[in-house]
């Protein structure tokens, strides 16, 4: 009897074991799947609390309208991730667009608890409160969520119109052998000179490379990371035999010579390069802000293409 309990659980331990490597497999074969399942597994955690105390506060309706806004939105994150890659900075702006949806999500949720519980406390003016603090908070997920789904637009129209996508487009070079070259090319015309440099993704405090302008850098393969106008393009392949060419647009902005630029990463908190006047900007493709007397615009830098601000 012993051993027959034995070799159950063991059969139980080995079945769960592999679950769980197949998931870890799955997840490592394909990122962007893996995030959109943990991420609608994420909402629909906080849904399922909206569904058992919503219901007379809220409406069924409402609630079907959420959950089905959800599983877009976990969708969006998921396109994101395959237009602008998972690694790419590009990806994480947008995984701050999906988490301020997940934040106005959970507002909802601690909203609806409060309300429950001051109902049971028979404390009618907290309740009253809190359900007043639930239209605003269910108007806040309506705009974080069609926020968060023109961020996901911007992102793939650009991909779409560049016919390629991620940071860098890759291809054969017949000159290699044993090494690939990864590629900064900025057309002659363009009055750019932006600081580039390349890193090994184990050491990004060493510059294996670096200079101003455009570049080729002959390299052994691997993954590095590229910095160009302190703007980050990680997880950069370099493969034998083939050109990594590192898709790259610039700014343009028409300003007096007395007014302060910065340009910052979208959403970022540190400026990647700022000057004083007209100027001219070499970047990598994706979403900036450009901020004039504390106050910022977005911009998408497109490649090839000079982006007028």
Known sequence: MNKTLVAISAAIVI???????????ESWMSPCE????????????????????????????KIQDLTERSQQ??????????AAGHTMSEFLHCKDGFDRYEASINKVTDSLIETETARQQANTAVANQKIAELSQDLKAVDASAQDFAAQVKEIGQIASA???RGCCVIVSNPELKSLGRIVVAFPKEWNVNPRV????????????????????????????????????VEDVEVQAGRNTTIR??????????????????????????????????GL??????VQIAGQRASVAIKENAITEF
């Not at 939105?73 to 395959?82: D, P, Q, V, Y």
């Not at 990598?284 to 802000?289: A, C, H, I, T």
């Open 284 to 289: 990598p493709v994706g979403q900036y802000d």
């Open 162 to 164: 560049n016919g390629t």
């Open 34 to 61: 893996g995030i959109f399942q943990q991420s609608a597994l994420r909402l629909n955690t906080k849904l399922e609390i909206v569904k058992a105390k919503g219901e007379l506060v809220i409406g069924r309706q």
């Open 73 to 82: 939105m976990a969708l969006n994150l998921k396109s994101c991730c395959i």
């Open 15 to 25: 079945l769960v074991a592999l679950f769980l490597g197949y998931q870890a497999f």
């Open 248 to 281: 790259v647009g610039a700014l343009r902005v028409h300003a007096g010579s007395g007014t302060r630029v910065d340009v910052f990463a979208r959403g970022g908190k540190e400026g990647l390069t700022g000057f004083y006047g007209a100027n001219d900007v």
């Open 197 to 232: 440099d390349i890193f090994k993704t184990s050491d990004e405090r060493n510059s294996v490379q670096g200079g101003y302008g455009s570049m080729a850098a002959d390299l052994i393969p691997g993954r590095y990371l590229v910095t160009i106008s302190g703007r980050r």
